[in-house]
């Protein structure tokens, strides 16, 4: 697992996701950051986190950084009390805008989607304009939020959604998934709202750059997660896309690596493959 957290995240400290935005930075690539801090039990964590994100807006500010914040609702507190998170996601959504800066909050699993909108609309209602939602194309709820989001003109990613979900709330087909995240991204579109379109499913790049030609860059960007198909997202920089890599660091590496292995099964190939690589001269690099 230790190897696996190599890859994805940037390190357990605040310093190494600095050095990491920075080199992504000088590839033309933007980054949202993310505390990995999950799974929180005492007001005391959801505020410590909390506080965590005010010297991540701190160090992107004093560093020049071209990067946003990434936040999730049960790291602030959300599973405790739903005043404890709303008072930890305000202080940091004022801090980010006092330094220019955007926050997105990450979608969890479905019993916090209601909560997670919610939250997201008095923010908006209230005035805050750098702030932003996730979608996931994989539950069946998503289209009709976007109709119920659309008098904001919302920034919203959209990706699949990582969370394991019953039948009856979620498509459990790979196709049916990917049909709703195209559904759901025109829908975006047509509700004039800022898409991040978030996906390594090169099928569904391909969606999204056919419906995007033409506009200008500034009105939509990709995203992608560190680590993940990095060659692929300096050729969409290179064509001139605003491509944004999703920066995790912190101590809870462990909780983070292990959903990404649950979901992709796949990547102790890529580890292999990896040390593959190491021992065999002259075998390309994945
Ligand atoms: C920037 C970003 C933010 C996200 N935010 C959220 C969120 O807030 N809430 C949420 O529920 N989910 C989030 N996700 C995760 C997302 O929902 C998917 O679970 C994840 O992106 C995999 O789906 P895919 O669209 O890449 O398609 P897939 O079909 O899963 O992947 C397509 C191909 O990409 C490669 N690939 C994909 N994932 C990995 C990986 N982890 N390691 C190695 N190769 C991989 C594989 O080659 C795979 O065949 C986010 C994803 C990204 C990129």
Redesign the pocket.
Known sequence: MQRLSAR?IAGPTLADARRVVAELNAAGKLA?VDVLGEEIALPEEAEAIAQAYLDVLAAIEADGLQASV?V?LTGLGLKLSLDLCRRNLETVVRDAASRNTFV?M???DSSTTDDTLLLFRELREAGHENVGV?L?A?LRRTVADVQALADLRPSV?I?????LEPAGVAFQE?EAVRAN?VAALDALLDAGCYV?V?????W?IGEALRRVQGMSPAAYEL???L???ESRATELVAAGHRL???VPFGQRWYEYSLR?LQ??P??AG?IAGDVVNRLVPGRRAS
Do not use: P, W
């Open positions: 994805y949202t990434s999730k997105r990450d979608m969890e996730v996931q994989r990613r990706c699949k959604g990582i969370y790979f995240f991040a978030a996906t390594h499913d090169e569904l995203q992608m997660l680590g993940v198909r944004r890599v999703y990404r979901e992709n796949k990547m890529y």
